[in-house]
């Protein structure tokens, strides 16, 4: 029975990741924006309709070689079944060429400015990227981009009068695109902190209007020199636990696109709360745990518990790995299967499909 079943289920996996068609899972847009006019002026598959692919992991070769790599991938990714494919933090970070991108210094600087002890990125350098972003719309593929602004990381040492300390909350980056002090990291002089600090470093405060300007009000805020000028269509906001679920949802609304939230939390009801507040998509952590459940642990029937796919369909984002977390070692397969023939919006983890798995499978 069990044979059978293993069978049935991989059979489907083959169909539905030729022919996947979840158009109900396309996130509804702010009520002024026209998705249609959206996605046709770039002929790109509407977010939602096909797979998610992940096109990271964890310190991926360093050297300003990733851009193009991903960018040589395009095509077989989108002619799979791939409909959107999700980059790592874009901007300069802290460690410069080493960086994974999570430790964000400037927000504007795409690997063209030395700083950080580098001009590239870890992943290359602008030019590169934005070849990369435009052989994927060439191709139907809509990019997605890492969105960290719970923290920020590589600023000069100032004295701090709400810390009364010295702090690394002083940021010049050479892009001279939103400069950062003390004012506008945690504690300040509107209040002492947020829902959440990361690693110990530099707080960002979203209450501050100037913070709030510089990432989606102005003309050439990050929402929307992301949106306008580096042409990315959706998001993927890092750490959203940090910050309160209005924070994304002005973000979002300022430029349109697809969104997804990383709260990290397995608990289906605080994720249907998020998602439901924040107005976009979550990754489904309750899933991911209730298959590691039945397929590490041999114990199908926590497939029957509850996840964010059975109560609001067209908010979940499927995974089986990403960057962060891969515990489900044993049937990976089967789990794969699983997302890839059930509602919500699978993603697949770029090492899972490149490089571990049969990807015929």
């Keep these: 029975m069990k044979k059978n079943w293993l069978?049935?289920?991989?059979?489907?996996?083959?169909?539905?990741?030729?022919?996947c068609t979840k158009d109900e899972v396309l996130d509804a847009e702010p009520a002024t924006q026209n998705i249609s006019e959206d996605f046709s002026s770039k002929a790109l598959k509407p977010i939602g309709s096909g797979v998610m692919m992940q096109a990271?992991?964890?310190?991926?070769?360093?050297?300003?070689?990733?851009?193009?790599?991903?960018?040589?991938?395009?095509?077989?990714?989108?002619?799979?079944?791939?409909?959107a494919i999700w980059l790592p933090p874009v901007s300069?970070?802290?460690?410069?060429?080493?960086?994974?991108?999570?430790?964000?210094?400037?927000?504007?600087?795409?690997?063209?400015?030395?700083?950080?002890?580098?001009?590239?990125?870890?992943?290359?350098?602008?030019?590169?990227?934005?070849?990369?972003i435009t052989t994927a719309h060439n191709n139907g593929l809509s990019v997605i981009a890492d969105i960290v602004i719970n923290h920020n990381s590589g600023g000069d040492s100032e004295w701090n009068i709400f810390s009364n300390k010295n702090t690394y909350t002083d940021y010049n980056p050479k892009s001279n695109l939103f400069n950062r002090t003390q004012y506008d990291f945690h504690p300040n002089d509107y209040h002492s902190n947020d829902w959440g600090v990361f690693g110990g470093f530099a707080d960002l405060c979203h209450h501050k209007t100037y913070v709030q300007d510089w990432l989606w009000n102005k003309s050439n805020s990050v929402a929307k020199y992301y949106k306008n000028t580096?042409?990315?269509?959706?998001?993927?906001?890092?750490?959203?636990?940090?910050?309160?679920?209005?924070?994304?949802?002005?973000?979002?609304?300022?430029?349109?696109?697809?969104?997804?939230?990383?709260?990290w939390d397995g608990n289906v009801n605080t994720l249907n709360w998020w998602v439901n507040e924040a107005q976009m998509s979550a990754f489904d952590f309750a899933c991911y745990y209730k298959m590691r459940d039945a397929f590490v642990g041999n114990n199908l029937n926590a497939l029957s518990g509850d996840m964010l796919w059975k109560r609001n369909a067209s908010r979940a984002v499927t995974f089986v790995a990403n960057h962060d977390t891969d515990e489900i070692y044993n049937n990976k397969l089967l789990a794969y299967a699983?997302?890839?023939?059930?509602e919500g919006y699978p993603a697949i983890f770029y090492r899972d499909y490149e490089e571990w798995l049969d990807k015929n499978k």
């Design 92 to 132: 300069k970070a802290q460690n410069g060429a080493f960086s994974m991108g999570y430790d964000p210094f400037d927000y504007y600087d795409f690997g063209n400015y030395n700083q950080m002890g580098s001009t590239e990125t870890r992943f290359g350098s602008k030019s590169e990227l934005q070849s990369l």
């Design 338 to 342: 699983y997302i890839l023939t059930h």
């Design 230 to 263: 580096m042409k990315f269509d959706g998001w993927r906001f890092d750490y959203v636990k940090g910050f309160e679920p209005w924070v994304p949802k002005e973000f979002r609304n300022a430029v349109g696109g697809f969104a997804v939230g990383e709260y």
């Design 7 to 19: 069978t049935h289920l991989c059979l489907a996996t083959i169909f539905v990741f030729a022919s």
């Design 56 to 83: 990271f992991y964890w310190d991926v070769p360093a050297g300003g070689t990733w851009w193009n790599k991903v960018k040589n991938k395009a095509a077989s990714w989108s002619n799979a079944g791939i409909d």
